[in-house]
C-alpha cells in the first residue's frame, strides 16, 4: 500500500524484528560494551553476510545488500539525580540498559564508542540512538520525561554528528 500511494519513500515493514523483502534492513542491539557491539557488525558487508546481528535468522529473509541500519542501540541508564543505592533499589520501576554507569563520563564514553563503532563502519547506512527521552520506568534518554536536558548538547552533537566511513565510499 506504501509503495502503491508514495514510490518515492522506502518501506519498512518490521524494524530490529523479522526481516522481509524491505527496502531498509534493520537490527536492534543494545549491547554496552563497545567493543562487543563493534564486533557485532565485524563482518557486515555486502561480500560477507554471515553476521548480520539477526534476532530470528530462522524467520527472517537473509540480509540482502539493502542499507543496513541499526535502528535501535545504546539505552543506557542514567538519572544523574539519584544516587547508586537509590537506583539499584528502585530498579523494578526505573531501568535501562546494561549496568547502570558509575558516573556521567562513563555514560558519555558509552555513548561516543558504541556511536563510532557505527559511524566508522563503511557498511552500516544509518543509526538510531535510544531513546530520546526518558520514558516512564526507562531512565535511558538523552531527555529527561519533562524535556530537559540530561547531558551536553554540544557534546552528543559531536559524537551524533560525526562523518560515517559509508558516506566516504
Do not use: M
Request: charged share 25%.
Amino acid at each position: 500500500l506504501t509503495r502503491a500511494l508514495d514510490p518515492s519513500r522506502p518501506c519498512h515493514p518490521t524494524s530490529g524484528y523479522v526481516h522481509v523483502v524491505t527496502d531498509i534492513f534493520t537490527v536492534h542491539n543494545y549491547e554496552q560494551d563497545p567493543e562487543k557491539f563493534a564486533e557485532t557488525y565485524a563482518s557486515v558487508s555486502p561480500d560477507d553476510l554471515a553476521n548480520t546481528s539477526v534476532r530470528f535468522p530462522e524467520l527472517s529473509i537473509p540480509y540482502n545488500g539493502t542499507p543496513y541500519v541499526v535502528d535501535e542501540y545504546g539505552g543506557t541508564w542514567w538519572d544523574a539525580n539519584a544516587t547508586e543505592t537509590e537506583q539499584e533499589a528502585d530498579r523494578k520501576s526505573s531501568w535501562g540498559y546494561g549496568a547502570r554507569p558509575t558516573d556521567i563520563e562513563e555514560v558519555y564514553h558509552r555513548i561516543e564508542k558504541l556511536t563510532e563503532a557505527l559511524t566508522d563502519h563503511p557498511n552500516i547506512a544509518g543509526y538510531c540512538y535510544t531513546q530520546l527521552t526518558d520514558v516512564e520506568q526507562e531512565q535511558n534518554g538523552i531527555y529527561t520525561y519533562d524535556r530537559q536536558e540530561k547531558f551536553d548538547a554540544e557534546r552528543l552533537k559531536r559524537y551524533f554528528g560525526a562523518p560515517a566511513a559509508i558516506e566516504k565510499t
